[in-house]
């Protein structure tokens, strides 16, 4: 597979810590740090809802008024789904010049609990659909906007909201400095597990607090394979087959004719032989004992609605070992456009690599592969286990203290995923020991919810006109 250089940056040359320092001072004479609090939509800014508009052209048409459906329920929702608008909004300012491994989609919901192979309960950044290298104030403001737009939705106060983002921020901020004095492989083995979340609940919260944080671990580690398939599945004549719950669930069998059936069948049986020879080798031995049982469409989350995403369903010793894959489609990353294209041309290895790079530890059987004859084209995916102890955060059922502390969470872990691949030396520098970044972000994270929210109300007035089809799913 051709693919492009990635240009070397200060660490591949071997900078001294002066001079890697030196490059992230230099870079507040180009973008000071009080100067991130701007944003200003210029006056001939885009229209968002055609942006919207021209993401669902490639998507699958019956699905796209399910997005504008959810993404129109509220502000939130909205912003989970316009990473594409904050994209080409955020283009615009102040950059440090200083890069990083993007999630691109940063939102306070795409971190949260998560399995290691070694079985322990992980807390980390968990979608990469977007990712791409970029600059790293990218990610840190989309976390910190939906911070304060989830607690607009609680009703926070202005001051309340902004101390939130401050201590997000602070958080990044001081967890990037203290990774600057590391060792890179110290800084690559740096996880947050369970104890640590356990002793931050605990000293930080009430005791009934803390005893809800205790369930949350322990729902998490029961959202398993094993939960998923009783969930998901069902005895048909005899054999276990994937539950319908159209639209959301809709069986391959329910879904097409008998002859366009076969061929999305025999395309997806090549994409996962083939998938395999992108895992290490002892996790291809390991798919190997699986056999394919059924597949069924499945709509997943807010931005990704009305792409090709399938839900496989293997079984393995007998009809009671079951391994349930998700086979989603991966596009050309919103960032791409804005800040470089990816150096591999087939974008589901976008997705693992960017994964693979910035999570302290990733799926076994995470992988990705091309398949034609879907929908008439050539397409890119990636693979991963659908179910393996997830656990979600619920800020709508938080008060200002406890979104505090998650913040503070997804700030010291987005700082250890930006510093496993950028300059953290150099962040670091930039950032400093005073506060100034901190407060610039709590003003363009409150200017930046203002804008959402226009958006947001441009859309519900297109699906009101009838511009738009928005259906509740």
């Keep these: 597979m051709t693919q492009t250089k990635r240009p070397a940056g200060p660490s ?31 006056s001939g800014r885009f229209d968002p809802v055609a942006l919207l508009e021209s993401q669902s052209g490639a998507r699958v048409p019956e699905l796209v008024p399910i997005r504008y459906g959810r993404m129109i329920e509220s502000p939130f929702r909205f912003y989970r789904g316009a990473a594409g608008i904050m994209a080409a909004d955020l283009a615009g300012t102040p950059r440090t010049g200083i890069r990083a491994q993007l999630c691109g989609d940063a939102h306070l919901l795409n971190f949260r609990l998560l399995a290691s192979p070694e079985r322990r309960l992980m807390f980390d950044i968990n979608d990469f659909d977007e990712t791409l290298p970029g600059p790293w104030e990218w ?66 919260l009430d005791a009934r607090r803390g005893r809800i944080v205790a369930r949350t671990l322990d729902k998490a580690r029961s959202r398993d394979t094993l939960q998923a398939f009783d969930k998901l599945t069902g005895l048909v004549d005899g054999q276990r087959r994937i539950t319908a719950a159209p639209p959301l669930i809709v069986p391959i069998t329910d879904l097409l004719p008998d002859q366009e059936r076969e061929t999305v069948e025999r395309t997806l049986r090549g994409l996962l032989a083939r998938y395999g020879s992108t895992l290490q080798e002892h996790h291809r031995h390991l798919l190997a004992q699986y056999r394919l049982a059924d597949v069924a469409r499945k709509v997943v989350g807010v931005g990704s609605v009305g792409t090709r995403c399938w839900i496989v369903l293997l079984l393995g010793r007998d009809d009671q070992d079951p391994l349930l894959l998700q086979v989603k489609e991966a596009d050309t990353s919103v960032l791409a456009e804005h800040a470089g294209a990816s150096e591999y041309t087939n974008q589901g290895r976008r997705v693992v690599a960017g994964q693979r790079t910035m999570q302290a530890t990733s799926d076994i059987l995470l992988g990705w592969e091309r398949a034609e004859g879907i929908d008439g084209r050539t397409r890119d995916f990636y693979v991963r286990q659908l179910r393996d102890w997830k656990g979600i955060a619920e800020p709508q059922a938080m008060l200002p203290e406890g979104l505090s502390l998650f913040g503070r969470l997804c700030g010291a872990t987005l700082a250890r995923a930006h510093a496993r691949s950028g300059d953290r030396i150099a962040i670091a520098a930039y950032l400093g020991t005073n506060d100034s970044f901190d407060r610039a972000l709590a003003r363009f994270a409150e200017h930046y919810a203002d804008q959402n929210e226009r958006d947001h109300q441009a859309l519900v007035n297109a699906a009101a006109r009838g511009r738009v089809s928005a259906q509740a799913a």
């Design 139 to 204: 990610d840190v403001k989309r976390l910190a906007t939906s911070l304060v737009i989830a607690g607009r939705e609680n009703g926070f106060t202005d001051r309340e909201r902004a101390a939130i983002v401050r201590a997000t921020v602070r958080s990044y901020r001081e967890q990037m400095r203290g990774f600057a004095r590391m060792g890179n492989l110290d800084v690559w083995y740096a996880r947050i597990d369970t104890d640590r979340l356990q002793a931050l609940a605990t000293r930080e």
């Design 12 to 42: 591949a040359e071997h900078l001294s810590v002066q001079e890697r320092a030196a490059i992230g001072k230099a870079a507040r004479a180009a973008a000071p740090r009080g100067s991130h609090e701007e944003y200003e939509p210029g």
